[in-house]
DNA sequence: CGCACACTTCGGCGCCCACCGAAATGACGA
DNA sequence: TCGTCATTTCGGTGGGCGCCGAAGTGTGCG
């Protein structure tokens, strides 16, 4: 406890609540990493009003930055930033849906979207469901334990155990889905088959700057190989 | 997934934003309902000013009100806000210390304190740590699941089991301590449990208005009894 | 080396919000 | 019924923030 104090819910509020930064972040919890171009683009504001946003983002430790060339590439400060968000999401209101593309794109969300680095939606609780109807996560006060019939199912899908393993941070725990209500899976493990599904094809991203992602032909046969139920 | 929208995390961003508000949800993070005039107070307002935020945060979902003769009772709309004020302590900046007096403030926080219905900080890990060890509670993917032996043990304390199970969530699930950095007890079983222990006068509120509570002498024995290792 | 691109910095503008005092409204008690 | 208390409403004030264009800085390429 050394070292506690008291924190300013306010001062992270405020960096939240400016609908410009708020859509930046909404497009860096599909976990990839924008340029500030692409960021200006999404929020469409000018160039120079995005990197004043992003300083601010970055000066309060929601997102980090690297050079490479000319762009600076930006991405969520880490998977508690994640968290965080999608946990804000269950008090947020609803935005007014002014068109059938909106709608859309919002059952879109809940069906299949990245929670920064896992898969959130209809499609992240099956797994997440599956996963423990099948006998491959165990459920533990310190969080989900991999089982043995887990490991070689995992490993057979292709995710790497031994990464899995030595991440700093969970391997696998619920995250409690925004749109479903319901947890899915996160935790290094989920990450790690999140990536696995989107390499197989299973899952493809809609665009380089949403979290919203397409669940192909392939991927719903294989999600449903293996038990999960999908509308 | 019907009738789901995207949210406005911007909109609720900015409700929190501010830091008179902010304290506000603070103080009614105790869990208990406080009038407009103690907000006031709480955020070092005038009465005008506490009244216009409070409407704003109603009419934003996270406080609802009642009126009571000539006073009107504010409390946080659900534990879903409580849970989400505690997400977002995980990513907010630490607040600057300016003295011993806050320095021990802070400590005492991180030591015990109400999170909206449940113990947390040190002694509400505690507590959910030596739930495990004794077997009073197993872990399922569905969250926790109190055992025949935890039925017993919390009936003794003076749980009301039939309440607690009736309640509509969980009865019991981990929520990611924001102080300690693992999870204290929550759900409907923690909230009565909390209760109780306020009730035997094992914990104590330290003010009307702030969230801290104190660990009485009895208190020590009792969670030291019930096998709590506690600094 | 010069040009183009990406991004940052800065000054200016306009809007929004927090604040408050005064007045109004509702409840309570003598 | 009147005075007091609690709270809300409203108009006014001031400060802060989001926006942008222009200029500056750094990188890449021909």
Redesign the interface.
């Known amino acids: 406890?050394t070292g506690?104090?008291?924190?300013?819910?306010?001062?992270?509020?405020?960096?939240?609540?400016?609908?410009s930064?708020?859509?930046m972040?909404?497009a860096l919890m599909a976990g990839r990493a924008l340029t500030a171009g692409e960021l200006a683009r999404v929020a469409s504001v000018s160039a120079s009003t995005a990197s004043e946003h992003l300083a601010r983002l970055s000066g309060?430790?929601?997102v980090e930055s690297v050079k490479q060339g000319r762009h600076r590439y930006f991405r969520l400060a880490g998977p508690?930033?994640g968290?965080?968000?999608e946990?804000?999401?269950?008090?947020?209101?609803?935005?007014?849906?002014t068109g059938m593309r909106?709608?859309g794109?919002?059952?879109a969300?809940?069906?299949a979207r990245t929670c920064y680095d896992h898969l959130a939606g209809?499609c992240g609780v099956a797994v997440?469901?599956v996963s423990?109807a099948n006998g491959w996560?165990?459920?533990?006060?310190a969080g989900?334990a991999l089982t043995a019939a887990g490991e070689r199912e995992f490993a057979r899908l292709g995710v790497d155990l031994a990464r899995v393993r030595s991440a700093r941070r969970a391997v696998a725990r619920?995250c409690l889905d925004?749109?479903?209500r319901k947890?899915h899976l996160a935790g290094s493990l989920a990450a790690d088959l999140t990536t696995r599904l989107i390499d197989l094809g299973w899952l493809v991203r809609r665009s380089r700057e949403s979290r919203s992602l397409r669940l192909t032909e392939t991927g719903r046969a294989g999600l449903e190989d293996l038990g999960c139920v999908l509308?």
């Open positions: 406890m506690v104090n008291d924190v300013d819910l306010a001062a992270v509020g405020a960096l939240l609540g400016d609908p930064r708020a859509a972040l909404d309060g430790g929601l508690q930033v968290a965080a968000l946990a804000l999401s269950h008090i947020a209101p609803a935005k007014p849906v909106q709608s794109h919002a059952k969300l809940g069906f209809t997440h469901d423990f996560l165990d459920a533990t006060p989900y619920p925004w749109t479903e947890p509308p």
